[in-house]
């Protein structure tokens, strides 16, 4: 007998149950240094501003930019949840403006290792974060990476983050690329977002999006959303160094009103008034499907 069919039974039941969901939005970028995690705590602010719960799940295994930002470390992660039975709330830990953010750790990498009674925990606990929040934001790590991809493909809905520089835009390309060719990837499944960064002006953050854009269009047949910009600013240039978010910090500067805006035509959005395809739960099975190979 097949041992791992009643399993395979429990996550395919779970994956076609409706779920009441928190709107879920992966950021990525396909390197680093552009300014990912600062847009995901700026949205994260943001969206509490408009009276949103917000919950950040910091999946960048090996790097800690969003307890950084917060000034918060945590005492537990999502690895105390799957090995050592902490609650979903034990491990959120509180920023600012009750933003809570669950530190991956290495519970992110181990997904691919987990027995049943673990699995069926973890899927369980996560549900419950549909009823703790309005918007829960994925923060990847930057890059290429199988795990990056993983959590991108799983996703509804994308944030792509690239700046002018033409190195970003040919690692923004690769990462969509990538996408396109693979085999679970369904572009009508998925909402992919430019957010133009580090830019001189609005027009240069159309210019920045058109280029991906018409890249996109001409080699894969498809093609991607423009959000927004965000100028380079010295005003958040300062808060980073400072380990400060901009739109706490300086909440009159450039960028901070620039991060309002993005908000705004986020939340604008036609993903904000209709369900959701897919909900914190079944991007979880997903993963998790996808990492035990049982298709």
Not at 243 to 263: G, H, M, Y
């Amino acid at each position: 007998m097949d041992q791992a069919q009643p399993l395979r039974n429990v996550i395919k039941k779970k994956k076609d149950t409706p779920e009441c969901s928190a709107r879920v939005i992966t950021i990525t970028s396909g390197k680093g240094g552009v300014g990912k995690s600062n847009l995901a705590v700026n949205l994260a602010v943001q969206l509490r501003k408009a009276g949103k719960k917000v919950i950040i799940l910091d999946a960048d295994f090996g790097l800690a930019n969003i307890e950084v930002m917060f000034g918060a470390v945590p005492k537990y992660n999502l690895s105390d949840l799957i090995y050592q039975g902490k609650g979903i709330q034990e491990i959120i830990t509180e920023g600012p403006m009750d933003i809570g953010f669950i530190s991956g750790g290495s519970g992110i990498i181990g997904l691919n290792n987990l027995f049943h009674d673990q699995i069926m925990y973890l899927i369980k606990s996560i549900g419950e974060l549909n009823d703790l929040a309005d918007y829960i934001l994925i923060d990847t790590g930057a890059g290429i990476s199988d795990q990056v991809l993983e959590f991108v493909l799983a996703s509804p809905e994308v944030l792509l983050v690239t700046t002018p520089d033409p190195s970003s835009l040919t690692d923004a390309y690769s990462l969509v690329k990538a996408l396109y060719r693979n085999p679970n990837f369904v572009p009508e499944e998925m909402t992919i977002h430019v957010v133009s960064n580090k830019v001189a002006s609005k027009e240069d953050g159309h210019a920045v999006y058109r280029k991906l854009n018409s890249v996109v269009a001409q080699f894969l047949h498809g093609n991607v959303d423009y959000l927004g910009m965000v100028p380079q600013d010295a005003a958040l240039e300062h808060s980073v160094r400072q380990q400060k978010i901009v739109s706490l910090n300086d909440p009159n500067s450039s960028s901070a009103k620039a991060f309002e805006r993005l908000t705004k035509n986020l939340m604008s959005g036609s993903t904000e008034t209709e369900a959701p395809k897919r909900g914190i739960t079944q991007i979880f099975t997903s993963l998790l499907t996808r990492r035990k190979n049982w298709e």
